[in-house]
């Protein structure tokens, strides 16, 4: 079993900043891909950002330039690191990683979701 804990979200000002993590704990032989979507009011869940194990990175066309996600791989660990926060970036986060189990299967978890809103 592997269980992943989210922290971070909040509610903030339209051009400020937060931190989102996700710490993944359990029967984990490697994390492969990590990473974060979202999912506003009667929308669909979209990904906001991805990193390999090896790091190469993808965003979102909405986020790039203001997001970064970033691993720490002896935490088991994701960041999101949000910065000029607008309104429309309201919504859901949900971690998202691909695992290899100490059982040597491959599995998709998602974190229980943080509620990240942007508003004055």
């Known amino acids: 079993q592997v269980q992943l804990v989210e922290s971070g979200g909040g509610l903030v000002q339209p051009g400020g900043s937060l931190r989102l993590s996700c710490a993944a704990s359990g029967s984990i032989f490697n994390i492969n891909a990590m990473g974060w979507y979202r999912q506003a009011p009667g929308k669909q869940r979209d990904l906001v950002a991805r990193?390999?194990?090896?790091?190469?990175?993808n965003y979102a066309d909405s986020v790039k330039g203001r997001f970064t996600i970033s691993r720490d791989n002896a935490k088991n660990t994701v960041y999101l690191q949000m910065n000029s926060l607008k309104p429309e970036d309201t919504a859901v986060y949900f971690c998202?990683?691909?695992?290899?189990?100490?059982?040597?299967?491959?599995?998709?978890?998602w974190g229980q979701g943080t509620q990240v809103t942007v508003s004055s």
């Open positions: 990193i390999t194990k090896g790091g190469n990175t």
């Open positions: 998202n990683l691909v695992v290899t189990t100490i059982n040597l299967l491959d599995r998709n978890y």
